[in-house]
Structures are given as structure tokens and as C-alpha cells.
């Protein structure tokens, strides 16, 4: 029971920072003030019930339909999903903006896109849900989504305040700045799983294990090897110097 409410709370904080509240309080802290207490609850409630039902459906059936119907592999999506990620919190790192809003538009809009879409239920968080989905089924994996969407509803609730709040103190480009590099950070990880998995021989590096689930593996020929030191396994080579060297008798016992 521990070990499933653990993984549950880790897979809700990793959706969590690839749903990045902050870039939501970015967006929804510029909304004119007297805008704000009309459309919020509007806007907020609707751009999270489509975003959940979009991560939901690719949680539960996204990797089937890429593998029979597109005939796209896991690791592809994994490559093109932390690239995009990765070119996300570039620009956020370079900028100091995760979105910029047109001016003209109306602010209730920005609901399904761009804050549902992709915003929240962005490229990389669909990577993620699809590949959590694929590897250990939709039910916890689904939960854990449930919650962070739920958390990052409520921030995105109280987004006047905390954008006021880091706005009054000057931290918010800063703030945004260290999450672009993060979110960077994830994608760039992302992207090697994806090459990790289609090339294993190649020495990519993979995110470490989470639940428990053991050290890194590769899959070279059909079969799986553990990742780890090359030496620390035994040769040919090295047992047959060892053998040659148990055979040669020893000079000072024949003395």
C-alpha cells in the first residue's frame, strides 16, 4: 500500500512539473483586473476538464493507436516530445516568458487554446502519460494525473495573487528563467530515454529507476543486460589468462 501511494505522489509530481503551474500564472496573472473574478473560474475549470480528458484517453489507449495505426514507436515519441520540451524551456531561459498573449484577442479564448492545449496537455506531458500508461497500466498512472491537474487548477486559481505577490518582490522573470531551465533540463532527459531505448549500445544515460523498479536496463539482441560497469564483468579474454596462469607451475615449489 506504501509502495503504490509512493509512486502515486512521484508520478503526480513529475506530470506536475511537466504541466509547469508556473507558466500558467504567467498568463492568467495578465488578464485585466476586471476580468479576473468573472472569467477565472470559467476559463480555469474548462481548460483543466479538457486537458485531463485529452492526458486521460492518450494515458489509456495513446501507445496502441501509435504502434498499430501510426506504426510510430515509443521512443520516437519520446525523441520528438523532449525536443519540444527542451526548445520550450529554452525559450522561457532566454525570454523570461513561457507564452506571450496576443493583445487583440479576447482573454476567455485562451481557454482550450493555448491553456488547455498545449499548455497543460502539451507534447511532452502526452509523451509522459502515454509512456507511464504503457509501462504499468492506466489506473495509477491515472490518479496521479487526477492530482496534479488538480493542483495546478488551484494554482492557476489563485494566479492574481501569486503573480501580484512575485511581481511586488521582482522574482517572477527570475522564477520563470530557473523553471524554463528545469523544464530544459527534462526535456533533454526525455529525449535521451528515447535514444537510450532506440539505440542501446549507444551509452546514453537513462533517468534513474523510480518504485523500486531497479537499476537501468538495455535491450541489445533480444535480450536484457543490466547497465553497469564494464569491469566488473568477466572477459573470455581475462579467464583464460587467469586459467593459463593456474596452470604454470611454480618455480619455488620445484626448487
Not at 512539473?17 to 500564472?25: A, G, H, T
Not at 504502434?67 to 525570454?95: C, D, E, I, M, P
Not at 491553456?115 to 497500466?137: D, K, N, Y
Not at 532506440?198 to 523510480?210: I, K, T, V
Request: one cysteine or more; aromatic letters at 6%; glycine letters at 10%.
Amino acid at each position: 500500500m506504501n509502495d503504490g501511494v509512493g509512486r502515486v505522489l512521484v508520478d503526480a509530481l513529475y506530470l506536475l512539473m511537466l504541466i509547469n503551474p508556473i507558466s500558467k500564472v504567467s498568463v492568467l496573472s495578465a488578464a485585466p483586473a476586471d476580468e479576473r473574478p468573472k472569467e477565472f473560474r470559467a476559463i480555469t475549470s474548462k481548460s483543466s476538464i479538457v486537458a485531463a480528458i485529452i492526458l486521460l484517453a492518450a494515458m489509456a489507449g495513446g501507445e496502441p493507436l501509435l504502434r498499430v495505426v501510426f506504426h510510430v514507436h515509443l521512443y520516437a515519441l519520446q525523441l520528438a516530445g523532449g525536443a519540444v520540451l527542451t526548445w520550450v524551456g529554452f525559450n522561457a531561459l532566454r525570454k523570461g516568458v513561457f507564452f506571450e498573449r496576443d493583445a487583440t484577442g479576447r482573454f476567455e479564448d485562451i481557454a482550450l487554446v493555448p491553456l488547455a492545449c498545449p499548455m497543460i496537455a502539451g507534447p511532452a506531458t502526452i509523451t509522459a502519460c502515454i509512456a507511464l500508461g504503457a509501462q504499468s497500466g492506466p489506473e495509477w498512472p491515472a490518479v496521479s494525473l487526477i492530482i496534479a491537474v488538480t493542483i495546478n487548477y488551484g494554482i492557476m486559481r489563485l494566479s492574481g495573487a501569486i503573480g501580484a505577490l512575485l511581481t511586488r518582490f521582482n522574482i517572477l522573470g527570475a522564477l520563470i528563467r530557473i523553471t524554463g531551465l528545469i523544464v530544459m533540463t527534462m526535456g533533454t532527459q526525455m529525449a535521451l530515454d528515447g535514444f537510450a531505448a532506440w539505440r542501446p549500445g549507444s551509452g546514453a544515460q537513462r533517468a534513474p529507476a523510480r518504485h523500486g523498479r531497479g537499476p537501468a536496463q538495455a535491450v541489445r539482441g533480444g535480450g536484457v543486460q543490466r547497465a553497469g560497469p564494464s569491469f566488473l564483468s568477466t572477459s573470455p579474454a581475462r579467464e583464460n589468462i587467469s586459467s593459463a596462469r593456474s596452470s604454470q607451475p611454480d618455480p619455488m615449489h620445484q626448487k
